[in-house]
């Protein structure tokens, strides 16, 4: 015979905060999932019977009741940052799109092309490709054949 599993048991403030979080309703699954494991663990439910009853893994139930026992009730729920890929386009980086949208066009050209900017991009060390310059000229509603455009207003 294994060892006594000890009682999981939720504060009465915890447990307020996820029965209303679960009446909102405007929660994702895996957030629920979470939120009914720690419910079930509370209830005296065994991990093997939550597990079957969620469908998730004995394992997942086991480490969501770390995590509450280490971070409380918003860590045991809430999402973890993720790393993910830096954004290549940053603010500066759709200024200076901007201000050669908006600058007079090169020599024997009546207007800037994604393609020119593009070039004029690498030329300060700046490298992304023609989409993504199309991209920000389309957030900032920019129309490069427009005449209220820049230089090709004047």
Known sequence: MGPIATPFVLSEVDLTTLDQLVSKGKESVRKLNRIRTLQFSHQGQSPEQISTLLGI????????????????????????????????????????????????????????????????????????????????????????????NGALGR
């Open 57 to 148: 893994s004995v394992a997942t139930v086991y480490n969501l009741r770390k995590r509450y026992r280490d971070q409380g009730i918003q860590g045991a729920i809430g999402e973890k940052a993720r790393p993910g890929q830096p954004r290549k386009v940053t603010q500066q980086v759709e200024a200076h799109i901007t201000q050669i949208a908006c600058s007079e066009a090169p020599d024997g050209r009546t207007r800037w092309t994604a393609s020119l900017i593009n070039e004029k991009l690498i030329k300060l060390e700046i490298h992304i490709d023609d989409e993504s310059v199309r991209l920000v000229l389309k957030k900032v509603s920019s129309n490069l054949g427009s005449k209220s």
